[in-house]
Structure formats: structure tokens, C-alpha cells
């Protein structure tokens, strides 16, 4: 079973379209949680760092939230430079070193 | 700031050579590198941890023997792929954390490896 899933796999927004990304997560105690954005051919791009439920970032057209569940990535009125592939790790407690679990990422495509 | 390089971003060996790959921190001392490897479609999947200044801890599955990680100083790790086979060809990024007590890697752009 996967400790973090993120839905959906694929998403495509027009241009202006708000909508969000999920990512759940199941370790037993979470450390933090991490967005990164991922361009094709390239390495992850940090985001955001949440460490407590309730606890919410924005950067720009981007907001993370997190839950004790879940986080998710809302995304307003994004533009065609935000089409990338968005991936959520967790660290958790007791987790060798600090080491971060990834999602499969989420891949936004936005049309003009 | 959190400027992480790696070299060389795309390389091509033969079956049977080895590759090394370079990971460097340009502006922060990484006390914590890490070695990911992803397949398309994949979660990235961490390979290893390296402390600089002492033997790199190797995920389940890995090969120490094959993939051979130095983390000589604070801003350079490098990851040897030995007798390389066509298997071995995949897209490998490494991260690296301060000793600052932050939790956040920063990842550089990747290396592209093909082995034919």
C-alpha cells in the first residue's frame, strides 16, 4: 500500500480554471509535508513545507493546506506556465535520516 | 539561494563502463545528500543517503557495489554507476539538505543516463 497517493494522476484546466490538486497520506506520525513542482527533463522545484495540520502557504497563484489526513494544492486562475508535474512527499518521524516518501505527482496541463 | 548543480546532465556509456555523476551545493554547506533514481510515471525512488564524511546508508534492493556514493566535502557527492548495463539507464537526481535543522531538500536538474 502506498504511504502518500495523489489525485488525480493527470489534470487539464483552461487557462483562468481554478481548481486543486490531492495528496493523502498515511504514516503514522508526519514530520512535514512537501510540494514540489517538476518540469519535464528536470530535477523537483521546492514549494511549500507544511508541518501541522490546519497549517496553510501561498506562493503566487498557489496554496497548500493540510489536514491530518491529507494536503491540497489549490491552484487560481493558473496560466499555461503552471502546466508541470506537482509532487507531494512526507517525512516522518523515526523515518531513516529525514528521508522523504514521494507521490506519483500530479501532471497539469493548462490550455490557453 | 538552495542552488543545488549536477554534472553532467546527459551522458551515454557502453555496457560495462562506469559513469560518475556529480552533486554539488552552491550555495549552502549539505551536511545530508540523497540520491534518487525515477522511472517514468514513478514515484522518484530514493537510493541512498550520504553524510558527508562517513559511508552513505543504501535503501532495500540497492547495490553498494554498483552504485558507488562519495560525499567527500560539504558541497559535493558524487555517485559512480559501475559496470553499467542498459537497465541501468534512467534519469538520477540528487538532493541535498543543510544543518540548519531544516527539513527541505533541494533537488538539482538530474542526469540522464543511457547505457547501450
Known amino acids: 500500500e502506498d504511504q502518500v497517493t495523489q489525485s488525480p494522476e493527470a489534470l487539464r484546466l483552461q487557462e483562468g480554471e481554478s481548481s486543486s490538486l490531492n495528496c493523502s497520506y498515511t504514516?503514522?506520525?508526519?514530520?512535514?509535508l512537501f510540494w514540489y513542482r517538476q518540469d519535464p527533463g528536470k530535477g523537483p522545484e521546492f514549494l511549500f513545507t507544511l508541518y501541522s495540520a490546519g497549517e496553510e502557504k501561498e506562493k503566487e497563484r498557489l496554496k497548500a493546506t493540510l489536514t491530518k489526513k491529507e494536503s491540497f494544492l489549490h491552484i487560481t486562475a493558473p496560466k499555461p506556465e503552471d502546466s508541470a508535474t506537482y509532487l507531494c512527499a512526507v517525512q516522518e518521524y523515526g523515518g531513516s535520516q529525514g528521508n522523504l516518501i514521494f507521490g506519483k505527482g500530479t501532471k497539469l496541463s493548462v490550455k490557453p | 539561494g538552495a542552488v543545488v548543480s549536477q554534472h553532467p546532465s546527459r551522458v551515454i556509456c557502453k555496457s560495462g563502463t562506469s559513469v560518475k555523476i556529480e552533486c554539488r551545493s552552491l550555495d549552502f554547506q549539505a551536511t545530508t545528500m540523497f540520491w534518487y533514481r525515477q522511472f517514468p510515471k514513478k514515484s522518484l525512488m530514493l537510493m541512498a543517503t550520504s553524510n558527508e564524511g562517513s559511508k552513505a546508508t543504501y535503501e532495500q534492493g540497492v547495490e553498494k557495489d554498483k552504485f558507488l556514493i562519495n560525499h567527500a566535502s560539504l558541497t559535493l557527492s558524487t555517485l559512480t554507476v559501475t559496470s553499467a548495463h542498459p537497465e541501468d539507464s534512467s534519469f538520477y537526481i540528487c538532493?541535498?539538505?543543510?544543518?540548519?535543522?531544516?527539513?527541505?531538500?533541494?533537488f538539482g536538474p538530474g542526469t540522464r543516463l543511457t547505457v547501450t
Open positions: 538532493s541535498a539538505r543543510d544543518g540548519t535543522g531544516r527539513s527541505e531538500q533541494y
Open positions: 504514516v503514522s506520525g508526519l514530520r512535514g
